[in-house]
């Protein structure tokens, strides 16, 4: 998975509509038009081929790149799902740190989101 993918995965198992920008036409100067919308409205609009492609811009937390927005997602997380904590700092967090032979207490954003979504079983291989 990307980093976008990711980050969109884990704000949309936390509930959060994520948004996008979508192309929506070029202006009178030539300048690219886009609307920030969830990605379910962009889906609709491309689906019924009245706006352009989704462009690739995750716009909300980014989990894989900030320790604070992903400390928060595993708190809610373990709040609403106590065996949570059991998966993740028991088997997830030490397997994805194992990988690059450092200790889960030194995860990395990156590595504590792709634990995350695998212990919530949201996790895609390519």
Request: glycine fraction near 8%.
């Given at each position: 998975?990307?980093?976008?993918?990711?980050?969109?995965?884990?704000?949309?198992?936390?509930?959060?509509?994520?948004?996008?920008?979508?192309?929506?036409?070029?202006?009178?100067?030539?300048?690219?038009?886009?609307?920030?919308?969830?990605?379910?409205?962009?889906?609709?609009?491309?689906?019924?081929?009245?706006?352009?492609?989704?462009?690739?811009?995750?716009?909300?937390?980014?989990?894989?790149?900030?320790?604070?927005?992903?400390?928060?997602?595993?708190?809610?997380?373990?709040?609403?799902?106590?065996?949570?904590?059991?998966?993740?700092?028991?088997s997830?967090?030490?397997?994805?740190?194992?990988?690059?032979?450092?200790?889960?207490?030194?995860a990395?954003?990156?590595?504590?989101?792709?634990?995350?979504?695998?212990?919530?079983?949201?996790?895609?291989?390519?």
């Amino acid at each position: 998975m990307t980093n976008e993918q990711i980050n969109i995965a884990i704000a949309e198992h936390l509930g959060a509509k994520p948004f996008v920008y979508q192309f929506t036409g070029i202006d009178e100067d030539g300048e690219y038009l886009s609307e920030h919308r969830t990605i379910e409205g962009a889906r609709a609009a491309r689906d019924s081929e009245m706006d352009g492609p989704i462009l690739p811009k995750y716009c909300g937390p980014n989990y894989c790149g900030d320790l604070n927005a992903m400390h928060s997602a595993e708190i809610r997380e373990g709040a609403r799902n106590p065996d949570f904590w059991t998966q993740y700092l028991d088997s997830k967090l030490p397997e994805i740190c194992e990988e690059q032979d450092a200790p889960p207490e030194c995860a990395t954003a990156l590595q504590r989101a792709k634990a995350f979504l695998k212990a919530v079983g949201k996790w895609q291989s390519r």
